[in-house]
Antibody
Framework: QVQLQQWGAGLLKPSETLSLTCGVSGGAFSGYYWIWIRQPPGKGLEWIGEINHSGIINYTPSLKSRVTISVDSSKNQFSLKMSSVTAADTAVYYCARGNLYKIVNWGQGTLVTVSS | DIQMTQSPSTLSASVGDRVTITCRASQSISSWLAWYQQKPGKAPKVLIYKASSLESGVPSRFSGSGSGTEFTLTISSLQPDDFATYYC?????????FGQGTKVEIK
């Protein structure tokens, strides 16, 4: 059974960089899409971006200038960095695994709060 | 970006009711649509993919239909475990986008 376990700082000050990592166990790492999604408190889901099995990275345009997604296949991990965070970036961040049709496996979620 | 609009935003229903949620895309997405169920404090769970394919392990009371710009998720007989928020999501074109969600509440 594939499990995604994510970790990273949960409290940031404005202008700092968000950094989250997601470790994958119990399943293949290659051949999938590795995805980051966030959900502000009480609101809906927002797709941040993904790196697919071909190494191609896609970001949502509104965050593209601040976001970097990377993969370390040797460690079965992928990461999200988001620079210059503001209060508007406060959300639960999920890592996930999927394909073109569906997002099947999700991490447990990390609440990231941006506050001075 | 492709906008996904769900209706209704909130739905009040009773156990045993037939429930239908609609998702409309701002442009054609063929059948590149998935439906997810999310319960409070939990990650979403995929129910339907490719508009009408039932994910393994998901009860058969859930079904999906549609193509192009209009899609529906139907729960044939609402069960207590089904009270949750439901999201549609398109993967036809980047950026992938979600609907705003439909909360199914107890009537």
């Amino acid at each position: 059974q594939v499990q995604l376990q994510q970790w990273g700082a949960g409290l940031l000050k404005p202008s700092e960089t968000l950094s989250l990592t997601c470790g994958v166990s119990g399943g293949a790492f290659s051949g999938y899409y590795w995805i980051w999604i966030r959900q502000p408190p009480g609101k809906g889901l927002e797709w941040i971006g993904e790196i697919n099995h071909s190494g191609i990275i896609n970001y949502t345009p509104s965050l593209k200038s601040r976001v970097t997604i990377s993969v370390d296949s040797s460690k079965n991990q992928f990461s999200l960095k988001m620079s210059s965070v503001t209060a508007a970036d406060t959300a639960v961040y999920y890592c996930a695994r999927g394909n073109l049709y569906k997002i099947v496996n999700w991490g447990q979620g990390t609440l990231v709060t941006v506050s001075s | 970006d492709i906008q996904m609009t769900q209706s209704p935003s909130t739905l009040s229903a009773s156990v045993g009711d037939r429930v239908t949620i609609t998702c409309r895309a701002s442009q054609s997405i063929s059948s590149w649509l998935a439906w997810y169920q999310q319960k409070p404090g939990k990650a979403p769970k995929v129910l339907i993919y490719k508009a009408s394919s039932l994910e393994s392990g998901v009860p058969s009371r859930f079904s999906g239909s549609g193509s192009g710009t209009e899609f529906t998720l139907t729960i044939s007989s609402l069960q207590p475990d089904d009270f949750a928020t439901y999201y549609c999501q398109q993967s036809n074109r980047y950026p992938w986008t979600f609907g705003q969600g439909t909360k199914v509440e107890i009537k």
